[in-house]
Each structure stands twice: as C-alpha cells, then as structure tokens.
T-cell receptor, first 117, second 112 residues
Framework: GAGVSQSPSNKVTEKGKDVELRCDPI?????LYWYRQSLGQGLEFLIY????????KSGLPSDRFSAERTGGSVSTLTIQRTQQEDSAVYLC???????????????FGPGTRLTVL | GNSVTQMEGPVTLSEEAFLTINCTYT??????LFWYVQYPGEGLQLLLK?????DKGSNKGFEATYRKETTSFHLEKGSVQVSDSAVYFC???????????FGRGTSLIVHP
C-alpha cells in the first residue's frame, strides 16, 4: 500500500514569509508525528497527534510554529514569519497504534526540505 | 530521561568490510530498540528492531542484539556494499511513552 507522503518535497522561501507543509499518513494510522532534522543533527520532535485527542505540542520551538490534523488524517505544519534558522528537513511519521507501546513502529515520509533565504 | 548515544561518523569502509556502529542507551523500564536507515534524499526507514533483552533483530544482512547488561544495541554487518551508504539512526521507545528518542545518526560511506 501507499506509504507516508509529504509535499512539497522542496520549498524555498524568503525570510518573513509563511509556509505550509503537508503530510498524508498511511491510511488507518491514528498516530502522526512531525520532526525537524537540521543539517548534521538528529531528529527533533515537534508535535504528536493521536486520533481526536488534543495534540502534544511540547516540541514546537516557538509560537511561529503550529500544526493541525483534519479528520484524523492529513496534517499541515505551518511556520509563520520564517527565519533562516528554520531551514531544515521536516519529516512526518505515522504509526498504526496509540503509539504508547514500545513495539510501535513509525513509518516516515520522504520529508520536505525547507530553505529560508 | 531517555537518551541514545551513537558513535560519531562518518564511518568510511571499503566494500566487503565488516561494519559495526555502536549504540548505547539510557532509559527507564524496558524499552524497545530500533535501527533506522536514511538513504540520501529520503526519509527514515525501519531497518530492524528488538523488543526485549537478548532479542536479535536482523534485516538485509544487518544484525543488532539487545544487550540489557551493557545497555547497548550495536549494529553489525559482515560485508558492506556501496549501496549501504546512508545515515543510520539508533532509537528507543519506552512503553507508555509515545515519543521515541533518536540518536544523532551515523553516516556510513562505502567505497568500491
């Protein structure tokens, strides 16, 4: 079946502009994660959605970052007034279960490479 | 809190050489352990996992054994190929927590 998809694959924007990144999880997956991967760094957790529950936003680095998930499926990560330090690869992952089992496997999308000039 | 420490890269090998990428962890309880691989321009893919002590995960010639006594999950492959060039991430996930902990990744470069 189809995996996790993300769009756009690349986004170049000017400092101060807003951007929207989209994630389509695997059908039926209730858990959805956003991560940020900066050059040479590991994965930085941003936000977690589980079903209709309130999202865990504890990883969002500033109030310029927000995310929503409509209908328990597609998610959009929005970055307002982008800064150069926002340049990174933004990865989305989904999981079939609640995510609280240690055995749960995450399936990652290919990522969106964001460049802020 | 939980943490994962991986050896720093890049690791540079010739084709058919033996590979070891070290990974140690700190965690509460009994976490599951994972290795993910990220090929250039792609997202992370699960390579293998182990969910309890002494389990061995294996896939595509790669192996890793969950060693609770040394809190380690080292990745090994007997004979690497050029196509194995990628970044490898060790990760753990504790039961009851929905946020996994990732290492910083180790870049592997295999020369013909």
């Amino acid at each position: 079946g189809a995996g996790v998809s993300q769009s756009p694959s690349n986004k170049v924007t000017e400092k101060g502009k807003d951007v929207e990144l989209r994630c389509d999880p695997i059908s039926g997956h209730t858990a959805l994660y956003w991560y940020r991967q900066s050059l040479g760094q590991g994965l930085e957790f941003l936000i977690y959605f589980q079903g209709n529950s309130a999202p865990d936003k504890s990883g969002l680095p500033s109030d310029r970052f927000s995310a929503e998930r409509t209908g328990g499926s597609v998610s959009t990560l929005t970055i307002q007034r982008t800064q150069q330090e926002d340049s990174a690869v933004y990865l989305c992952a989904s999981s079939s279960a609640s995510g609280t089992s240690g055995r749960d496997t995450q399936y990652f999308g290919p990522g969106t490479r964001l460049t802020v000039l | 809190g939980n943490s994962v420490t991986q050896m720093e890269g890049p690791v540079t090998l010739s084709e058919e050489a033996f590979l070891t990428i070290n990974c140690t962890y700190t965690a509460t309880g009994y976490p599951s352990l994972f290795w993910y691989v990220q090929y250039p321009g792609e997202g992370l893919q699960l390579l293998l996992k182990a969910t309890k002590a002494d389990d061995k995960g294996s896939n595509k010639g790669f192996e890793a054994t969950y060693r609770k006594e040394t809190t380690s999950f080292h990745l090994e492959k007997g004979s690497v190929q050029v196509s194995d060039s990628a970044v490898y991430f060790c990760a753990l996930k504790s039961g009851g927590s929905y946020i996994p902990t990732f290492g910083r990744g180790t870049s592997l470069i295999v020369h013909p």
